[in-house]
């Protein structure tokens, strides 16, 4: 092990992070004890079971490979120290459920954890109805993890998960066939009054099931920040001829409190509209509801309770409310492009397109995505995401194009009802990261 220092730079509004700590190596093939160096590296598993040499502000690095099955994580961080479970630079590390096991791709069961870079799939074909990740310990992170293809949810965090954060996240293709795994969200999620969840600038796509469900009939779905995130197409690859909600919080008894929705999008195309819908409060209602700055393209928009705040938001092809202080399109030309850069990897950034008239291509300004002049780059399709690179190369300053016709989607590894067809030429969501190469 080494002595390593990690900063974190966060968004000009938040501040920074950095802690000095010992970082352990994990590898395929790795053992369980020794020194776990990158010469001697453990295994996941024994890595993940809080080894006696791991303390708070450490940093376990998991090299390329795939590592199949389940795995369980106890470790302990603390606050402002946690422990670290990252992707090294420049490899790719696949989690891997190819046997099918009745079980999450990563269990966190510890506390201030962070997870960072990894992938997780499930390649198996048993119909087990588990999240890709299960929170259940306070201040875990999920950071830039690419969740897919879990028969189950892609992510699953409830009230035991207190001051968790999933950041960045790339979930897709969560959700099965069947009546159970229809029921397979993107994320599903509570969360008790007075702790905040705050879930943040992830991309979820094609859900079998609901995009991102908040929902309970004896907790809490309370004090949710929801933020940057882009959901779109949910249901369609379960249900064929119809969609299904993208955001949905709400419960047939309790009401959902104090939960904050900004600058969120939600898309779906003009055809098939039916199912296409966006739900805040259901039965039971909201209370104390902001929902400011997002953009919803297609579906209904369904809001119930006690006065909620919905002004600065962005509505097309949308029915179902009509309140003032927002903005309706009726034939919307040209452009609207969004870049957010990613508050923990400079150089990183989501970036969101509505091509209205349906050019070619479409130039985009990268210039607060902490780029340096000389970097090089590459910018990934978020329905294509094994694919290659859309475009690349090395940053001059200037903008980059991005192609909006020609695109192709990733297939499910289970059989959906239809083929996922990509959103472009209307519209595209993209992952921008600096590289090393």
Request: glycine residues 14%; charged residues 15%.
């Amino acid at each position: 092990m080494s002595r390593w220092l990690l900063v974190v730079l966060l968004m000009p509004a938040m501040a920074s992070v950095a802690w000095c700590g010992d970082s352990f190596h994990i590898a395929p093939g790795g053992v369980i004890g020794g020194p776990g160096t990158r010469a001697h590296p453990w295994s996941l598993t024994y890595a993940l079971s809080h080894p006696p040499p791991v303390r708070p502000g450490d940093t376990l690095w998991v090299h390329g490979g795939t590592y199949v099955g389940v795995f369980t994580s106890t470790l302990r961080g603390a606050a402002g120290s946690p422990v670290v479970v990252r992707q090294f630079p420049g490899e790719r590390a696949i989690l891997d459920n190819a046997e099918g096991i009745d079980g999450f791709g990563i269990y966190a069961r510890g506390s201030y954890t962070w997870f960072w870079g990894l992938e997780i799939r499930n390649s198996g074909t048993a119909p087990y109805n588990d999240a890709g990740v299960s929170m259940d310990g306070p201040g875990e992170k999920l950071i830039n993890l690419v969740i897919h293809d879990h028969p189950g949810s892609g992510v699953t965090s409830y009230s035991a998960a207190a001051d968790a954060e999933i950041y960045g996240c790339l979930i897709y293709f969560n959700g099965g066939q069947s009546q159970i795994q229809g029921k397979g969200y993107g994320i599903y999620t509570q969360n008790d009054a007075g702790r905040v969840k705050a879930f943040k600038e992830n991309i979820i796509p094609y859900s079998w099931g609901f995009g991102i469900h908040a929902y309970t009939e004896g907790n809490r779905i309370d004090n949710f920040l929801w933020e940057g995130n882009v959901v779109y197409n949910s249901g369609v690859l379960w249900r064929g001829v119809q969609f299904e909600r993208n955001f949905f919080i709400g419960s047939t008894t309790v009401v959902a409190d104090a939960n904050t929705y900004r600058e969120n999008h939600s898309y779906y195309p003009a055809s098939p509209s039916a199912g296409a819908r966006n739900t805040f409060g259901y039965f039971a209602g909201t209370s104390n509801l902001v929902v400011t700055g997002n953009w919803f393209v297609g579906g209904v928009f369904d809001v119930s309770g006690t006065e909620p705040a919905i002004t600065g938001n962005t509505f097309y092809r949308t029915s179902g409310f009509d309140g003032g202080g927002n903005t309706y399109l009726r034939s919307p030309s040209g452009t609207n492009v969004f870049v957010r850069p990613n508050a923990y990897e400079p150089g990183r950034a989501n970036i969101i397109i509505y091509n209205w008239s349906r050019a070619a291509t479409v130039d985009v300004n990268v210039a607060g995505a902490g780029l340096q002049v000389g970097d090089r780059y590459e910018v990934r399709d978020a329905l294509n995401w094994p694919g290659l690179p859309v475009a690349s190369g090395q940053y001059n300053g200037s903008t980059i194009a991005i192609p909006m016709t020609g695109l192709f989607t990733a297939m499910p590894y289970r059989a959906p009802k239809i083929r996922p067809e990509h959103t472009a030429p209307e519209f595209g969501v993209f992952i921008l990261q600096r590289t090393t190469e």
